[in-house]
């Protein structure tokens, strides 16, 4: 599950993806612009910045911007930096994986059934770019008002 952090982060690099290559976005602007509580978004642009997914510049004409284009982020290393894993059990990651205790991994129905999960989460995240995030026309995307309206394969019981 993608945390708030995780959220906030990829909203933030969306942010300075809409901006003039070079241009500099105060945190404050960033912040307000996409409701993310400042204070939070300090810490996340610090990780960011740790990343090399953005620089900084300090002072009255400071601010941040991306460290490299748009298209040449990829959506799941971003999550990866700021969630960790996207597999959603440890036994499932490939990055940190961990055996669990209580099964035989070999013959567990819910290891295979996550690693199967892990897989398409995967290429969806590693396969887009914060280019094409920032591209996306939201008027294009079918938005369900309810789980009623998700096609049947979509449907999770309650």
Sequence with gaps: MLTKKG?????ALVHLAQLPVGQLAFV??????NNIPKKFLD??????RNAGF???????DGGYRLA???DEIKVGHVVRVLDGPLAPIPCASRT????????NEATCQVRHLMLEVR???AEV?????LAEMRDIVLDDLPVPRDIDELAPAQKVPA
């Excluded at 995240?125 to 770019?129: A, S």
């Design 7 to 11: 959220k906030y982060g990829l909203k």
């Design 28 to 33: 404050g602007d960033i912040a307000s612009g």
């Design 43 to 48: 810490a996340i642009l610090g990780e960011l």
């Design 54 to 60: 953005v620089q900084s510049r300090k002072g009255k």
């Design 68 to 70: 490299r284009p748009a």
């Design 96 to 103: 940190q994986y961990q055996r669990c205790e209580d099964c």
């Design 119 to 121: 897989q398409a989460i």
């Design 125 to 129: 995240l590693d396969q887009r770019t």
